[in-house]
């Protein structure tokens, strides 16, 4: 097996490997697009499936109903609920499967919300700005998220517990809204093979070429989707649309959650973290990589909670069962809900 690894290892140098090389192209705060270059197809779908689906992000898990008088069901608020993006500090929690905890959950696992609201008029709209954090790293990414629209009187009064997850348990758990990418096109024209008839010009929906002393000229290359509509036009056969297969336009585009560069690096810390676990499992082969620091955790942070939500104090066993419960209270009749 080791001598087969060094086979492909051998293979890959005498190929001519060359270091992967990232231009960022355009940021915004919850946007950032990427060239990257000298990088395998298959490295680079591993980089975006990990970044979908096993970079981890903050979402409410529980809810705990006190007082529900609005029109919809317990459920439907505490599904609302579990869908607001928050804010996400990947050094304060750890997974609840990794935390001391051992699930049952706590301050290094979860995050604590309240509400407690009620419509002073028909048609008062609750939304995530009535939602108060325990913890003001962990919040709503938007404070005019619809959670419920009330009557006059009608009152809602919750608990929320927030986690962190990975998407690949929940899609809530996502950090990012888009994760893509595409080959880097080339798109050249044959000047002495067109004729000027503005074929392609019209064909292109991506505003590629524009007409200049009667020939067809590139004018926006990277705006190509590679889809051939105007090579197929072209009667004379003057253009030709290629891609380097080892180069790509990456667009991540975060939840808010994190800054989407924060997003990439703790993805590639995932990913570095699962490639010393492959290497660990090759006979003789060592990790050549070095352990990063671990992660600083949060100082303990006691939940406030009001005179009634007190009464209501999550009891758990250690480990708990997945599907959705109802606790019902003597007094208040609240009720605990999962938030898938
Ligand atoms: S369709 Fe072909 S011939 Fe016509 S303008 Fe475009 S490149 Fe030139
Ligand atoms: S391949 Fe499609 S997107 Fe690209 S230049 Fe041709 S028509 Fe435009
Ligand atoms: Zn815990």
């Known amino acids: 097996m080791v001598e087969e690894y060094n086979e492909v290892e051998r293979r890959a140098s005498k190929r001519g490997r060359q270091d992967m090389k990232i231009t960022v192209l355009e940021k915004t705060e919850d946007t950032l697009t990427l060239r990257v270059e000298e990088v395998r197809p298959g490295l680079m779908n591993a980089i975006r ?15 705990v109903i006190l007082e529900n008088q609005s029109p919809l069901f317990d459920e439907i608020i505490a599904h609302r609920l ?34 407690e609201v009620e419509a002073p008029e ?23 998220i619809p959670i419920a629209k009330m009557a006059k009187g009608q009152r809602i009064v919750v608990e929320a517990y927030a986690r962190l997850g990975i998407g690949l348990d929940h899609a809530k758990w996502q950090p990012v809204s888009t994760m893509a990418y595409k080959m880097i096109p080339h798109v050249e024209v044959d000047a002495k093979k067109c004729d000027g008839c503005k074929e392609c010009v019209n ?9 200049q002393d009667n020939k067809a000229v590139v004018v926006d290359e990277m705006n190509c989707t590679m889809c051939n509509l105007c090579v197929e036009t ?3 056969q003057a253009i030709k649309v290629t891609y380097d297969e080892n180069s790509f336009i990456v667009t991540i585009e975060s939840t808010g959650a994190a800054p989407p560069e924060q997003i990439v690096e703790k993805g590639l810390d995932v990913f570095r973290k699962k490639y010393e676990e492959l290497i660990k499992l090759l006979p003789g082969r060592a990790p050549k990589v070095t352990a990063k620091p671990k992660a600083k955790k949060a100082a303990p942070t006691k939940p406030k909670t009001t005179k009634k939500k007190k009464t209501t104090t999550k009891k758990k066993a250690p480990k708990k069962s997945k599907t959705t419960s109802t606790k019902k209270k003597a007094a208040s009749k609240s009720k605990k809900k999962k938030s898938k």
Not at 49 to 56: D, G, N, Q, Y
Not at 125 to 130: E, I, K, Q
Not at 203 to 211: G, H, I
Request: glycine share 8%; hydrophobic share 35%.
């Open 203 to 211: 064909a292109c929906f991506r505003q590629v070429f524009k007409m």
């Open 82 to 115: 579990g869908l607001v993006p928050l804010t996400t500090n990947f050094d304060t929690y750890v997974l609840s499967s990794e935390c001391t905890c051992e699930g049952a959950g706590c301050h290094l696992c979860q995050a604590g919300f309240t509400m």
């Open 122 to 144: 028909d048609g008062f709209l609750a939304t995530t700005g009535d939602l108060k954090p325990q913890d003001p790293d962990t919040v709503p990414v938007s404070d005019k």
């Open 49 to 63: 499936r990990i970044i979908i689906a096993e970079t981890p992000s903050m979402a409410i898990e529980e809810v």
């Open 234 to 236: 072209c009667d004379v």
